[in-house]
């Protein structure tokens, strides 16, 4: 990767990201950083991304996801002197191997990748690094209620709320018919923690050797945020499911903040030990806050989440630092043109 | 209309509204685009407006709604040069008649609100666009769940939610017997959507030719989003209301987008070919998410609506476009001065 | 305190306040305005404010908040010329009595501190203003549904809903056991308004005579908000609880906004009225707005809340006065910074 970035011309960087999740956002960021950017987008979504042609230098259009790894798009990327930012779609799109083999400079950890993609290695990593997490039962041992969730399956797929063991049997059962898992050893069975859910949105400087806090949210999911206006009656009848449709602004109450970073310092100390150089800009820690006050962190992403896309102008918290429209796409473009003025780029790179 | 306009002083165009809705937010982005405002106002609520007296230059004062089009506000907008906005609670105010006729240019599609005030036109141009809608039901051919409305009430007033044709039948006699409707014909029962809500603010341009995404909203319901507050021992004695007090940001999966995009594309083409010159401004797309992502379309407005008030800085859509803030109001005002700027206003007015 | 004042170096007035609630927003409102600032801060908390340093120019760090109100701080506060920010969370950390006989200039009116700890006289505050509020009902004159609150508790604690006369008595006698209230005089039973939840903020400006809405807010509370979100065959054994642990933003139906702001002049008024000069800057009500449109408010603050630390980079409201980023922070900074320009800065001092 160092031999790529030697070979970049520097003063004609671009940024080039993946037609999806929070592309916008990048792209709009990169812009007011004054970089030419790159959009890798599949064919039968060119049409929607034409509409923000403004933010957009150039497009690389595929026919399935693929393709992003092939050598025409990689050969094209390196001559555009570009350096990829993976986002929460891409690996879903690339696959991890190829994620993980792209010869291409990324903005990011590209070792957390295959941490991300195993359910018990992420807990296990989020254990170790200091942060508290779900109880986790085996299915012999369950305290209800609890949440089952299919490590394979994507967004929130399958996933069921059970109180009983008897529940519990039956959904996993239930989901092997439905071929979402192999064998019932698939299914992850979490304390079901009581409380409300929170997403917080870090971003760790390797230039300023800071961690920034730069948003947080809620998710908006159908259909089970849409069963609670019904009368009990009727939502009865109806499973609720989880899928993520999209993010609602939140601020946390300031005497949490202190909790929330000190999960956010040791996430950047853990990730710095394990996998050296450590995280590298955006991260997200997923969480319910308990009736005590006490946060547990259920789930991470270890890059930019969509709920940064609520925070074009900047969020409440980015204010704090910044005092003008510092969206998380602007601040890895920001973090990226700091970097080239230093002239340690290869810092920030994997 | 052309000759009233071919009468006015392009120089002193003033940008008038009523003073309700979305009044403050059309007559700050009036303001800050330059244009001289004036607000008809009930003299009840003068005070208020009074409050906000740095965003309005004239106040036309009146007893009540229907004396906005008497032929003295009519000739004292004309001579202010004039260019009315009407908002969502206009055609309420002003009556459906009386706001086809007004003699006075106003930004947005006159021909639209026809359409808009009859429950069954509106979803027939809906499907007739190519965008999804509920299915409606005869009420001998219901098939549960399903929602039941009344068109000509106000604000979602006596709207239910029924599990079985019993339900359906009793509620309609209620309505009758509250004198909500006249006869059983009049209720509107539609497939009850399970998902999430979700309104899209959009704006068309004719000057640029260009469709954009200013927003998106959840509308805070009273009392149905304090019910789910409840114990459900308590809240099961309670009916369920959908009065629409305030509204909530969202923002959208960004793989929803191209959907929603195609949607109000779609809503652009179909008012072009119907009621031409077509769609001018702003419109609303009033949506329910599906699990599978399924976007279905239950309801529009054809002008500003009033989720657009959380945006008065602009939106994470609007700084994709226009980096600065840039609400629907403002960005009506601006609509308004690039047609005056390049000599094309009355493409704009109807 | 006119004479702390008159010994004050007007040109050297630093902003202070304590490490928690809102002080964040505070310190960048008074940064962004030309303030020196000073934090009181906790030594366990300080690792965490030092992640802001940018913020802050000074800190007192304290062992316990009870030393605020030591010699030694308050000497060091006047010595920087300090003008105390209350928020919050001041009274319940520094105590009433202190927090009364600080010999501190602070920026609020302090008059009303302990009206505000009295759950009592708070409502007839309220009432007497010609503000609507829930009906207070005795022991032995319960019409249900009721909230039972208890006036000493935190944030909630113990707060119950109840649908009999019988499950009122249960739950004050279990809070008795409990501790949390000695007797059952001290147990406030209040009419519980159906309705939905809505925070309005305020700023009154003596420089400017001028009552200002800067926004609005919904609570995010554990773990009322998360049993919304679980089947009702789970919820149902779990009691819900109201910690707030968030906020999250909300703009008002625009024909709501003369009631609100109606009220917010008469609480103005009546602060004027009983407690001369009257409320100085930021004060929030707190209410339920019912589908009829009516709102009940239950509850006051007489100084900043925390639903403003949404609004850092101004709100929907805030940017229809100012068209620059107007926290609440900032707001009370300007307002000092205003009185300061005109001489009349012990106006607004207390």
């Not at 520097?10 to 812009?31: E, F, N, P, W, Y």
């Not at 959904?171 to 997403?199: F, H, M, S, W």
């Amino acid at each position: 990767m160092h031999e790529i970035i030697e070979n970049y011309d520097l003063d004609r960087i671009s940024i080039a990201t993946l037609g999806s999740h929070s592309a916008l956002q990048i792209l709009h960021g990169a812009k007011l950083e004054g970089f030419t950017t790159v959009l890798i987008v599949e064919r039968r979504r060119l049409w929607f991304y034409n509409q923000f042609r403004h933010l957009i230098d150039h497009t690389l259009v595929v026919d399935s996801w693929r393709e992003v790894v092939s050598k025409n798009i990689m050969n094209r990327l390196r001559s555009m002197n570009s350096i990829l930012i993976p986002h929460g779609s891409f690996v879903e799109y690339v696959g991890l191997d190829r994620a993980e083999s792209m010869e291409i400079p990324m903005f990011g950890l590209r070792g957390l990748l295959r941490i991300e993609a195993d359910q018990r290695r992420k807990m296990k990593f989020l254990a170790d690094a200091g942060i508290k997490i779900p109880k986790e039962y085996s299915i012999n041992n369950v305290v209800p209620p609890v949440i089952v969730k299919f490590p394979g399956a994507k967004g929130g797929k399958g996933y069921f709320i059970a109180n009983s063991i008897e529940d519990v049997k039956k959904g996993i059962e239930r989901a092997i018919k439905q071929g979402i898992i192999q064998n019932p050893d698939e299914a992850l069975i979490q304390e079901y923690i009581v409380g409300v859910p929170a997403y917080y949105h870090f971003f760790y400087s390797p230039v300023l050797d800071r961690l920034e806090l730069l948003g947080a949210d809620i998710r908006y999911e159908s259909n089970v945020d849409g069963l609670k206006r019904l009368p009990a009656e009727i939502s009865k009848y109806i499973n609720p499911s989880f899928v993520v449709v999209g993010n609602i602004p939140l601020v946390l109450r300031e005497s949490l903040l202190p909790k929330i970073m000190d999960y956010g310092l040791k996430f950047v100390r853990k990730s710095k030990e394990d996998l050296p150089p450590g995280i590298i800009g955006p991260f997200c820690l997923e969480s319910i806050i308990r009736e005590d006050c006490e946060i547990i962190v259920f789930e991470f992403s270890g890059r930019i989440v969509a709920g940064t896309n609520i925070y074009v102008m900047g969020s409440p918290y980015s204010w704090l630092y910044w005092d003008e429209p510092m969206s998380t796409g602007r601040r890895i473009a920001r973090e990226i043109r700091m970097a080239i003025d230093r002239g340690i780029l290869d810092l920030i790179l994997t």
